[in-house]
C-alpha cells in the first residue's frame, strides 16, 4: 500500500527532532508554528485510546502548538473516528497523486527553470514561498529548512524571469525512494503561465537521479491538481488533514 510508504516517509522528514507519542509521531518546528510544520502522523493501523490522544493533544499544547495530523486514512483507517469523537474537525480530503519520473510531461515557459544549491538563490526561493502562501518575510530559518533539505538528498527549483526569481518548489529528502514535492509557488505577478507545472516537472524529472522514484504531491485545490494533472500526476489515494482548533 502506497499510503505506508507516505507515513514511512513523513516520519523520515520529521527527522531527529521528532517526538513519539502512543502511536503518533509528531513533527515539530520549534521556530514556527505554522500548521504545515507542526502535525502528527500516525503508525500504520492504529487505533488509538482515548488516553493515547489526549496525551497527543497534550503534546501539541505543551510547546503552544494546534493539535493537528496529516495522514493517508488508508493506512490507518481507525484513527479519524477517535480523533472525531475526541473534538477534532476536518480540515479537508486532499487528493494523493504521484508521477513516476519516467512519465512526467514537460511544460514549456517562457522563463528558466532550473535547481538551486546556494544560498542567495534559496534567500530568493524562500521569499518567493512565502510571499505565494501569505507566510510572513523570510527569515534565515526558512533558508535553513530549504538547505536541511538539500543536505539530504533532495532538491530545490526556481522559475527566473530576467534575474528575478518568480517561482519555486522543493523535493524533500528521500526515504526508500519515496519523496513528497512541496512549495510549488508563483509570483502573482507570474501566474497563469505554466511556470507552477513547469517546476514541478523539473523536480519530478531530477529527482530520479537522487534515487527519488515515487514522488508524490496533495493539491489544495481542483485548480492545482489540473496543474500536476497535465505534468503526469494521477490519484492513488487521500490524505487527511485534521485538528483540534
Not at 13 to 38: K, Q, T, Y
Not at 178 to 193: D, N, P, Q, T
Amino acid at each position: 500500500m502506497f499510503g505506508a510508504d507516505v507515513h514511512a516517509y513523513l516520519r523520515s522528514a520529521a527527522g531527529d527532532r521528532a517526538v513519539r507519542s502512543g502511536p503518533f509521531v509528531i513533527r515539530f518546528d520549534e521556530h514556527d508554528d505554522a500548521l504545515p510544520f507542526n502535525y502528527a502522523i500516525p503508525d500504520d493501523d492504529a487505533a488509538p485510546t482515548a488516553d493515547e490522544i489526549a496525551a497527543l493533544v497534550a503534546a501539541f499544547r505543551g510547546r503552544a502548538r494546534t493539535p493537528r495530523l496529516e495522514y493517508v486514512p488508508q493506512a490507518a483507517p481507525k484513527v479519524a473516528d477517535a480523533l472525531l469523537a475526541a473534538g477534532f474537525t476536518v480540515e479537508g480530503r486532499y487528493p494523493l497523486l504521484v508521477c513516476p519520473p519516467d512519465e512526467v510531461v514537460d511544460t514549456p515557459v517562457d522563463v528558466r527553470v532550473g535547481l538551486v544549491t546556494d544560498d542567495a538563490g534559496l534567500w530568493q526561493v524562500a521569499r518567493v514561498m512565502n510571499e505565494a502562501f501569505g507566510a510572513p518575510e523570510a527569515t534565515g530559518h526558512d533558508v535553513a529548512r530549504l538547505r536541511r533539505i538539500l543536505d539530504g538528498g533532495g532538491l530545490v527549483a526556481a522559475a527566473v524571469d530576467g534575474e528575478e526569481v518568480v517561482g519555486a518548489g522543493q523535493l524533500g529528502r528521500p526515504h526508500r525512494g519515496v519523496a513528497e514535492v512541496a512549495g510549488i509557488a508563483v509570483r502573482v505577478s507570474h501566474r497563469r503561465r505554466g511556470i507552477a507545472g513547469a517546476v514541478t516537472a523539473l523536480l519530478t524529472r531530477e529527482g530520479a537521479a537522487a534515487g527519488i522514484t515515487a514522488p508524490f504531491l496533495t493539491p489544495a485545490d481542483d485548480g492545482a491538481a489540473r496543474v500536476y494533472a497535465r505534468v503526469g500526476y494521477r490519484k492513488v489515494g487521500e490524505v487527511l488533514h485534521i485538528s483540534l482548533r
